[in-house]
């Protein structure tokens, strides 16, 4: 037993586990700085805020695993958050079916960019900057520029108190059916792989091509699910919604530690990663401070965990 002790390296495993570490340490570091920190109504709006930005992150994860990168997913999350609102409002469809219509949108913009990646031969870059553009103008389009606002009791109904909150726990549950994915399952295993080596892939025989594809449509369904998440926190669907979250959905799949070249990654280090930025903002928001220092801090954080992972690395290849 004492042997075991005196072998395990601290450092090692700060370096391994650094995203629940620098998580862990902001918890601590906010705990100190206010005294709501800690509260009950504090803790529940950052799990409902951050709902979305964490199924946004773990699609984005998928697409980065085979070495891709998808910038609509913010566009994606306004149409998601308008289409569902205007069901509802214009149509009459009852909230469940209109959050169905809209994942099902929200998986075809995927699908398309997926397609224009996977059989197309485009960049992931440029294609979802095309699908981006047109998310949102969609989005613009069929609201003509206003805000969509629906009626209580309806899919607001995903953030009731009567109800315990479904957001929390639908998205709790998809992290865990996520980790499962991505862990066990082959499935999970050759999105991994395509990322790694897709060619070795290929001439095993695998269609790297349709994981490639599914994975971007994988995205897009769970992006807009984040976009109705906003709207029933809101009442309000909106084609403003989602603007810029790419980019922290990037922020938070890097924090997590995934590789940004393909092939590595985890779903609960991604989940991390999106509370880490969850909960600068929400500090800042209680100590009031403003908007801009928080980018500030983002960046700086990003930049810390992109060298921990150099030296994770590094360290790997040396073993």
Known sequence: ???????????EFIINNNTFVILLLL??????????????????NIMLQQAGPILVAIGLLFVILTGGIDLSVGSIMALGSTVSAILITDIGLHFTGSIVVAVLVGLLLGLFSGVLVAYAGMQGF??????????RGIAFVITEGRPIKVETGTINTLVSEDYMYPIIWITLLLIIVFMVIHRYTGYGRKVIA??????????????????????????????????IFVAAR???????????????????????????????GFVLNT????????????IMNLMAVPSYPQDIIKGIIIVAAVLLQIVTSKKDRTI
């Open 234 to 264: 809101s009442s309000t669907g909106s084609a403003t919604v989602g603007m810029g979250q790419e980019l922290d959905a990037i922020a938070a799949v890097v924090i997590g530690g995934a590789s940004l070249m393909g092939g590595r």
């Open 27 to 44: 918890i601590v570091v906010s705990a100190c700085m206010s005294d709501t920190f800690l509260t009950m109504m504090n803790m529940r």
């Open 1 to 11: 037993m004492e042997e075991m002790r005196r072998k395990f390296d601290w450092k």
């Open 271 to 282: 989940v991390a990663g999106a509370l880490i930025l969850g909960l600068i903002g929400n």
């Open 126 to 135: 440029v294609a979802t900057l095309a699908t981006m553009t047109i998310a």
């Open 194 to 227: 395509t990322g790694s080596n897709e060619t070795a892939l290929q001439l095993a025989g695998v269609p790297t091509k349709r994981y490639v594809m599914s994975t971007y449509a994988l995205s897009g369904a769970l992006a807009a699910l984040a976009g």
